[in-house]
Nanobody, 123 residues
Framework: QVQLVESGGGSVEAGGSLRLSCAAS????????MAWFRQAPGKEREGVAL???????TYATSVKGRFTISKDNAKNTLYLQMDSLKPEDTGSYYC?????????????????WGQGILVTVSS
């Protein structure tokens, strides 16, 4: 059974930084695409950053140059380093892993999801 558990969210002032982690179990992340999505209040969920098995990455235009996605295959953990945070980055952040689900983004299909973690950026 695949389980994804996010941690590291919280509240920060604009310009600050946060690092999200996603610990995976029942699923070896090394071979498959993993991603971070977010959903702001009243808006649809959107892709933020993606990393493939070969470590190539894709970023949403709104976060490019500020966010960095990475992974540690030995720890089976996905990360999202968020710098220069803006109030518009506020939302619930979700870790997702490849599978035959209903969500596609940046060429990958996603089936498994974490429970989400809240990030609040104040101005």
């Amino acid at each position: 059974q695949v389980q994804l558990v996010e941690s590291g969210g919280g509240s920060v002032e604009a310009g600050g930084s946060l690092r999200l982690s996603c610990a995976a179990s029942g699923y070896p992340i090394r071979n498959w695409c993993m991603a971070w999505f977010r959903q702001a209040p009243g808006k649809e969920r959107e892709g933020v950053a993606l990393i493939h098995g070969d470590y190539s990455t894709t970023y949403a235009t709104s976060v490019k140059g500020r966010f960095t996605i990475s992974k540690d295959n030995a720890k089976n953990t996905l990360y999202l380093q968020m710098d220069s945070l803006k109030p518009e980055d506020t939302g619930s952040y979700y870790c997702a892993s490849w599978g035959y689900g209903n969500t596609w983004w940046a060429g990958c299909q996603f089936e498994h999801w974490g429970q989400g973690i809240l990030v609040t950026v104040s101005s």
